[in-house]
């Protein structure tokens, strides 16, 4: 999303823990003549999510596009689930942040935003969000990811409710809903299950950058001044298979 975005124009910060993660992205961004930025930002707290916006505010007074992309999950036993690290966390950083951040650089949203040219959020969610399944190829063995499904389901929510709220100040909240995507996240599961993960998409691959490149280009630019409130399911259709 980042490349996407930063190939095609725009300016752009990208904040994650890892300075050295980010560095090295930004580098390579930057030598494809991007012009890239980052912060170092652990949104796990609203003091993590309330440092990352006072150093935003230190480099720029306006904002365009928005990416909450910030998540994590966590696999434990249905019996023996941990508080802490299996939900007080996950609800944190998979809610809380979204609507901290969002709250804290509405203003720069906002400003000089038009119906015609409005500003944009997106919040990443996930086709977890609308399964019952907790258990699969993506954990481990007698383990589910009981909280995460969950706190994608707040956040289509949060979504939904960010976009009534903040409309009239014409700035567009919508979501993504990932399916299976190579990540640090998903890198268990497609080394333990990759082939049968493969077998069960009606494309018959997983998600690719190229997937989320386009529709963030669409959700960040003029071509959807006039969504806003949509859960946009990208998962090849795997979430509607029989």
Known sequence: MASALALNGAKVYIAARKEAALKETTNELNGKGADVHYIVANLADKAGCDGLISEFKKRESKLDILVNNSGITWGGPYNDFPEAKGWDNVMAVNVKSIFYVTAGLTELLAKDSTSYNPAHVINISSTASVSGAAEG????????????????????????????????????????????????????????????????????????????????????????????GALILLDGGASHKL
């Open 137 to 228: 190829g993506l954990s481990a063995a007698g383990n589910g990811t009981w909280s995460y499904g969950i706190s994608k389901a707040a956040a289509n929510h949060l979504t939904t409710t960010l976009s009534t709220h903040l409309v009239k100040r014409n700035v567009m909240v919508n979501a993504i809903l990932p399916g299976v995507f190579p990540s640090k996240m998903t890198a268990f599961g497609l080394k333990t299950h990759g082939s049968a993960l493969t077998e069960r998409q009606p494309t018959g691959r997983v998600g690719i950058p190229q997937d989320l490149a386009g529709i963030t280009l669409f959700l960040s630019s003029p071509a959807s001044a006039h969504v806003t």
